[in-house]
């Protein structure tokens, strides 16, 4: 899951490529590097760390040359170093490369046998000296990279040029992302049509299995099986305004406060808001006909799926599988064909979600997504998609995406439960006006922002901080701590209150936080215990609920007062204190809220 990008230009291509790379910073940001071919002669400038440092490097060390290649790099093989930046290079030609080459060891023993020294511990090396081999046995460049990639295992994204091509670059997609752009006699490669954007809004994907041979006068694609074959071009809505922060200082702030807005335009997908009324595109299968839902996804799309697996079972009476989508390709379910697999993804391109997708639809399943990104391989891969209307996401940890695939959700939970039968007409409008409440109660929380800025003070010292709920907001729970850890390093863990006892509890002392989402469901009560369990052995409370101080019948370090809203839409609206929580601890500690360490935005390796 890094970012790559290639220019076939008319004039300098230094620039463009670093502007293509921001658009691709969210895949990863260890190190970046770019690649130009001038006078027959090919260089390069790679730099540790984000992709600013680059730009200061090229600042002093500009890099002519109009056709280019650029990479920025989340490390898989080889620490994030400059010596392991892409891209790599022998005199003949560079590489850029996107996935995990899985044989690279048996090819790096293979290539060293033959005498050339290995000068980087990446798997992506191997691809130059491979393609160099070739070509000093005489075969062209194209000859040479279909013989190269016969002996590559995995799933990768590759760009290639050569030094004695200056009108070629040839490019190869197996399972990871590559859109390919067409310009004024000018081509251009990245891995997704975000990144080509400023340049072009003429997009061909390639499918997997294609590599493309790239001219600045258009390309020519084959299959696998070296076939040529025909993509369609289709014209991108990708915008070419870079997103900004706004007034905010971090886009994950501003992202929290479009929410009201994105959910809002969210919803109106799905609902009739004069009629309180669903209005569900038509859908390829049929509640009816169904045993079960399967669903699967990754980290807090993950979390939106759990959220749904209890509404579907309450409303509509239809059981859920669930599984993070890293066991689930594994895990050979079993499937009854017909069935519903149902895939949550932001980015669409997640490397495991996308595998389960293709396992479930090898198993006869109706293939339905819910993304964000409509140009996403997941969503091109589904039946049918349900997008979420966020907007860009750039932040890596994930907040708008994930109360608007919540919004999905719960719309597609109604319409399962009217259609089991399950919902009468007068259930429906009641939670559909719930559902339409959403953004208000989501506005008034995030009017004042003080509590969490004062908390933010004590959860910073802390080593441990526990989440707990119940029920619906069990997987708030989860999600609170998750985004805890991403963005502060703080160590954090979700249960499910009622488990407290059965461990967890052994954790709690006075120097342990616990922050507990109780609002005045049929659970209360039950949640009110728990927190009881952790009051009488010193735990710090923190307590988000819309009951008042004196029903908690336990001393609480501080309260979030929580709108009252119906149960069943809690969900979306206790996201937004989790959220708020993470956010200003992290500020507080000074961590690149962003972009935090080790980790990317959209994660299209394994
Ligand atoms: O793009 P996706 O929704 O498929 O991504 C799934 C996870 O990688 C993602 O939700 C991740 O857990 C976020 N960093 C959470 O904030």
């Known amino acids: 899951m890094c970012g790559i990008v290639g220019i076939l230009g008319r004039e300098p291509v230094a620039g463009k490529l670093v502007d293509a790379l921001k658009r691709l910073e969210y895949r990863g940001y260890d190190s970046a590097g770019i690649a130009t071919l001038e006078a027959g002669k090919l260089t390069r400038l790679r730099a540790e760390g984000k992709l600013r440092n680059l730009e200061d490097r090229l600042a002093k060390e500009p890099l002519r040359g109009n056709t280019g290649i650029g990479h920025t790099r989340w490390a898989t093989h080889g620490a994030p170093t400059e010596n392991n930046a892409h891209p790599h290079m022998t005199g003949r030609v560079s590489v850029v490369h996107n996935g995990i080459i899985e044989n690279f060891q048996e090819l790096r023993t293979a290539i060293a046998e033959t005498g050339t020294v290995l000068t980087t511990d990446t798997d992506t090396e191997v ?345 619906v907001n069990f997987p708030i729970a989860l999600e609170g701590a998750l985004k805890l850890k991403e963005i502060s390093y703080i160590h954090a863990e979700g249960y499910a209150a009622g488990e407290l006892k059965h461990g967890p509890i052994a954790l709690i002392d006075e120097s342990v936080p616990v922050v507990v989402a109780a609002p005045k469901d049929a659970l209360f009560e039950k949640t009110l215990s728990n927190l009881q369990e952790v009051a009488a052995r010193g735990g710090q409370i923190i307590v988000l609920s819309d009951a008042g101080e004196a029903e908690l019948g336990c001393e609480v370090m501080a309260t979030i007062p929580m709108p009252h809203a119906h149960d069943f839409v809690n969900p979306l609206i206790y996201a937004i204190p989790m959220q708020l929580i993470a956010y200003y601890t992290a500020v507080f500690m000074g961590t690149d809220v962003d972009q935090p360490r080790n980790l990317a935005k959209s994660v299209t390796v394994e």
């Open 127 to 471: 691809v130059a000296h491979l393609i160099t081999h070739e070509l000093d046995e005489g075969h062209d460049p194209v000859v040479a990279v279909l013989h190269t990639l016969k002996r590559l295992e995995g799933a990768f994204a590759l760009a290639i040029i050569f030094r004695d091509h200056e009108d070629l670059m040839i490019a190869a997609r197996q399972g990871s992302p590559l859109a390919v752009g067409f310009g004024d006699g000018e081509m251009y490669l990245g891995s997704d049509a975000i990144a080509l954007a400023p340049f072009t809004d003429t997009i061909t994907y390639l499918q997997d299995g294609d590599w493309a041979v790239m001219t600045r006068n258009g390309l020519a694609i084959r299959d696998r099986e070296g076939n040529a074959v025909e993509r369609p071009v289709q014209k991108s809505v990708a915008s070419a305004l870079m997103v900004d922060k706004g007034n905010h200082r971090h886009f994950m702030a501003k992202e929290i406060h479009e929410q009201p807005e994105v959910v809002s335009h969210t919803l109106a997908h799905y609902i009739d808001f004069t009629n309180t009324r669903l209005q569900l595109p038509d859908l390829p299968f049929d509640f009816t006909n169904l045993n079960r839902i399967v669903i699967s996804a990754c980290g807090t799309a993950y979390y939106a799926g759990l959220v749904a697996k209890y509404w579907f079972e309450r409303y509509a009476r239809l059981p859920v599988d669930i599984d993070v989508a890293s066991e689930f390709r594994y895990r050979e379910v079993p499937l009854e064909p017909g069935g519903l697999a149902l895939f949550i993804s932001q980015s669409g391109e997640t490397a495991d979600t996308l595998a389960t997708l293709r396992y479930c639809r090898e198993q006869d399943q109706h293939i339905a997504s819910i993304v964000n990104v409509r140009e996403s391989s997941i969503a091109r891969d589904s039946d049918i998609v349900l997008p979420t209307l966020a907007g860009p996401e750039i932040g890596v940890a994930s907040t708008k995406a994930f109360t608007c695939q919540l919004a999905v959700l719960a719309c597609l939970a109604i319409a399962a439960g009217r259609a089991r039968g399950h919902l009468s007409e007068q259930d429906e409008t009641e939670l559909v006006g719930a559902l339409i409440g959403v953004p208000r109660h989501m506005s008034a929380l995030l009017r004042d922002e003080s509590g969490f800025e004062a908390l933010s003070h004590t959860l910073s010292k802390a080593h441990d901080v526990l989440y707990l709920g119940r029920g």
